[in-house]
């Protein structure tokens, strides 16, 4: 087996155990990313001399009797998360040679634990999309099949954790942009409770629904991301002051008498069949595990989509006011002030433009109530349908997406067939719980497919081991090369 094949698990032993070191991984990674990359386009930025040096001394601490979680392993990050001294696009025109003077708390979280940063990975522009092609730079493919999208808007990490170029990686989840990737290409994805990642660093999107999630080739390798990158932080008032659980502990495989809710309303028309019939079969499976299966109704399912394309454009109109070719980025000059800030921000994206009028219109005096105070109503009554289901069951199950990995340019037209990929991931962000997509099987054209497992507020340890247990008694992870 190739030392890029191995598992992040599997490459932390062998870095224990001394069969390989740090400086060997990251230029067997290193490599990995020029043979594939060129095709696959899942990085933006490779920062291969800063990686071999961090290398290096990984490798030197190790010698000297030291060990960290994540001591020499390479990790992808997604572009819209801050790395000091390396540009930082957040997948856009606006932010072109923007080099963060600092960290996001997330990345000095991982350097903390031994990680090396190899790169940083493509993404829609500021996270607004679901297949990487609102990427301002390019559009990144699934390994799977190139010809196909790797979801999105973490399609860069997962494309690169999926092809063997980064053991594990980091992603943002505001709508479902960790599970959706990590369902079309194969992989683990934790989106976690708002509040449990900082978001200090992370370029905003949409401030109430943003949150960092980890990427895996396995649940254990996805865990060890997470728990890495969990935990308080004061420079981000949203952070949960509480202890970090010791998530890896959790996986115990054990899901005995575990409650399991099927939410009706999330077996809808639309649906791929093949997916349906795979999540309908993991869910059979985790019966077989000694969980109990209950029927269960989250009624305002469908109002979930139109809510959150009011709050998230809105958040996002405020957010993205600060890009005025003032304070980062590239200066577009013309005759006044005026008219120089409308050349600058002339470089947004079309979707970005889009979501932008959308929030302001949502937000102007005379529609706020109409349309932003609704909106948070509704917010309020999927909040609430969820915490009565998490009244009488544990976890509950469902697609991660309603199709598999669909084509480049499918919908690159239509927005509302790209809205629909995360049709099911959405209410997650609603309502502050937690979700995980673990793969679940391949339709007909071989392509994955993922199962969501969604949890209460905090309980992440619950939905990851339950991930744990169906992976164990499942075989789905597939190595891209064999
Ligand atoms: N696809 C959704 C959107 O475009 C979610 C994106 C995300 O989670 N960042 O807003």
């Given at each position: ?21 740090s ?8 490599e ?11 990085y ?30 390479p990790?992808?990050v ?9 540009p ?17 708390f ?5 350097e ?10 493509n993404?829609d ?46 992603g ?32 905003a999107?949409?401030s109430s629904?943003?949150q ?21 932080d ?8 509480i ?9 115990t495989?054990?899901i ?6 099927v ?65 980062y ?24 433009k889009r979501r ?32 009565q ?27 509302l067939s ?8 959405l ?26 497992l ?22 789905w ?6």
């Amino acid at each position: 087996m190739k030392l890029t094949e191995f598992t992040l698990i599997e490459a932390r032993n062998a870095l224990r155990r001394g069969e390989t070191n740090s400086v060997a991984l990251t230029e067997a990674i290193l490599e990995q990313i020029v043979v594939q990359d060129n095709d696959i386009k899942s990085y933006l930025t490779i920062t291969a001399e800063q990686a071999v040096k961090a290398a290096q001394t990984a490798d030197q601490k190790r010698a000297n009797g030291e060990d960290l979680p994540l001591l020499g392993i390479p990790v992808a990050v997604k572009d819209i998360i801050c790395t000091r001294g390396v540009p930082t696009t957040a997948g856009s025109k606006i932010l072109e040679g923007f080099v963060p003077p600092y960290n996001a708390f997330v990345v000095d979280k991982l350097e903390a634990a031994g990680a090396i940063i190899v790169g940083k990975t493509n993404t829609d522009e500021f996270a607004m999309g679901s297949s990487t092609e609102n990427s301002a730079y390019v559009t990144t493919a699934n390994p799977w099949d190139l010809s196909r999208v790797p979801g999105g808007s973490s399609g860069g990490s997962a494309a690169a954790v999926a092809a063997n170029m980064a053991f594990g990686a980091l992603g943002t989840d505001t709508g479902g942009s960790v599970r959706q990737p990590a369902s079309f290409c194969g992989l683990v994805g934790l989106r976690p409770t708002y509040g449990r990642v900082s978001r200090w660093g992370v370029i905003a999107f949409a401030s109430s629904l943003d949150q960092v999630g980890t990427f895996g080739r396995t649940v254990a390798d996805c865990t060890a991301m997470f728990e890495v990158v969990a935990g308080y932080d004061r420079r981000d008032s949203t952070s949960l002051n509480i202890p970090v659980p010791d998530y890896s502990a959790a996986l115990t495989g054990d899901i005995k008498g575990l409650r399991v809710g099927v939410p009706a309303e999330f077996f809808i028309e639309g649906i791929q069949a093949e997916v349906e019939t795979a999540v309908h079969a993991a869910i059979v499976k985790l019966e077989d595990l000694g969980a109990e299966i209950i029927p269960i109704s989250l009624p305002h399912t469908r109002y979930a989509l139109p809510a959150y394309y009011i709050i998230a454009p809105a958040e996002a109109s405020t957010n993205l006011a600060r890009y005025d070719g003032i304070r980062y980025g590239p200066r577009l000059v013309a005759e006044d002030m005026i008219a120089s800030v409308k050349k600058t921000r002339s470089l947004f994206g079309s979707e970005v433009k889009r979501r932008i009028m959308l929030g302001t219109y949502a937000l102007s005096a005379g529609y706020y109530d109409e349309y932003y105070g609704r909106a948070l109503k509704v917010r309020s009554l999927i909040k609430r349908d969820f915490l009565q289901a998490f009244e009488k069951v544990d976890v509950i199950a469902c697609p991660t997406s309603p199709t598999t990995a669909f084509k480049i340019g499918e919908r690159a037209d239509d927005p509302l067939s790209m809205y629909l990929a995360d049709i099911f991931t959405l209410s997650v962000n609603l309502s502050a719980s937690c979700g995980v997509s673990v793969p679940c099987g391949l339709d007909s054209k071989g392509l994955p497919i993922g199962l969501q497992l969604i949890g209460n507020t905090l309980d992440e340890a619950t939905i990851l081991n339950a991930a744990f247990a169906y992976e164990q008694a499942t075989n789905w992870r597939v190595n891209i090369n064999e």
